[in-house]
Nanobody, 125 residues
Framework: QVQLAESGGGLVQVGGSLRLSCAASGRASTSFAVGWFRQAPGKEREFVAAIAWRTGVTFYADSVKDRFVISRDNAKNTMYLQMNSLKPEDTAVYYC??????????????????WGQGTQVTVSS
């Protein structure tokens, strides 16, 4: 079992920055990958970014590439999402997630096994 807890969400103005954290407990060190998804009101949950736990290889959705940076601290069992140049369309509940097995792609929910409760990010104009 892996427990995930997000923090760092909040209200920010357009162009601002936020850093989300996701603390993992349990068998986090056995994860193959960890990532972030988000869900805006009235929309389906969508992939944001992922990072391979051991190698640090990263993956990003086109909508956030060059603005968001995902990272992890293996010693602290924590991952981060640094969000820069925020736009109103980034407003959503952000969820961290962990995959306990290999997957053909880290871009889809079906690759992941554990989810956090979510943290709200609101970008105001």
């Amino acid at each position: 079992q892996v427990q995930l807890a997000e923090s760092g969400g909040g209200l920010v103005q357009v162009g601002g920055s936020l850093r989300l954290s996701c603390a993992a407990s349990g068998r986090a060190s056995t994860s193959f990958a960890v990532g972030w998804f988000r869900q805006a009101p009235g929309k389906e949950r969508e992939f944001v970014a992922a990072i391979a736990w051991r190698t640090g290889v990263t993956f990003y959705a086109d909508s956030v590439k060059d603005r968001f940076v995902i990272s992890r601290d293996n010693a602290k069992n924590t991952m981060y999402l640094q969000m820069n140049s925020l736009k109103p369309e980034d407003t959503a509940v952000y969820y961290c997630t962990a995959a306990q097995g290999r997957a053909a792609s880290w871009f889809y929910e079906r690759a992941y096994h554990y989810w956090g409760q979510g943290t709200q990010v609101t970008v105001s104009s």
